[in-house]
């Protein structure tokens, strides 16, 4: 079955201690993405891979890296979080960006930082 | 201005109704995506389109390219079609409409 796995789906943790949020997917897809969705605003891109070691910003990078070793994962990490870090993050992923193909969504993480 | 706007932003209505919600953009486009998410969070892919017309049982989509607009159909919506309904334009990077909150009442 075709599936994007993200994990923890819930996390409250303090300010300052980092935490990695892992995503992976078993569609051999080129491209994955880490968005986080506040109230009111929507979905913001916080960055981007289009292959193996390729990664790039998105709209809303400050305080996250990623990293792309593998093609099926695509962690997220907050070195050291903050309350306006509290959100519901979503990891996605499609075969691959150029002509905006099938998207695949993880469940979501909600991450509370206290 | 948003480059992506969804109208209405909430619709409330009856089950059996049919629903339309409507999604405009401003930029060019190759492609366009409608999904939904749950109450709970997840998001599920509905439809990719570049052109014309998709239907997937009691949903159909439509994209007019030329007005720059595309429509998300429910034929006799039930109460779990209850979800927020969100736009997305492909042009070079995705960008996403703020979505539409749908309620089915029994």
């Not at chain 1, 309350?83 to 469940?107: D, K, M, W």
């Not at chain 2, 034929?75 to 042009?91: K, Q």
Request: hydrophobic share 35%; with cysteine; charged share 15%.
């Amino acid at each position: 079955e075709a599936q994007v796995t993200q994990n923890p789906r819930y996390l409250i943790t303090v300010t300052g201690k980092k935490l990695t949020v892992t995503c992976s997917q078993n569609m051999n897809h080129e491209y994955m993405s880490w968005y986080r969705q506040d109230p009111g605003l929507g979905l913001r891109q916080i960055y981007y891979s289009m292959n193996v070691e390729v990664t790039d910003k998105g709209d809303v990078p400050e305080g996250y890296k990623v990293s792309r070793k593998e093609k099926r994962n695509f962690p997220l990490i907050l070195e050291s979080p903050s309350p306006n870090q509290t959100s519901l993050y979503f990891c996605a992923s499609s075969l691959n960006r150029v002509f905006g193909n099938t998207i695949y969504f993880g469940e979501g993480s909600w991450l509370t930082v206290v | 201005k948003n480059e992506v706007e969804q109208s209405p932003q909430n619709l409330t209505a009856q089950e059996g109704e049919f629903i339309t919600i409507n999604c405009s953009y401003s930029v060019g486009i190759s492609a366009l995506h409608w999904l939904q998410q749950h109450p709970g969070g997840g998001i599920v892919s509905l439809f990719m389109l570049s052109s014309g017309k998709k239907k997937h049982g009691r949903l159909i989509a439509t994209i007019n390219i030329q007005e720059k607009h595309s429509s998300l159909h429910i034929t006799a919506s039930h109460p779990r079609d209850s979800a927020v309904y969100i736009c997305a334009v492909f042009n070079y990077q995705l960008i996403w409409g703020a979505g539409t909150k749908l309620i089915i009442k029994p």
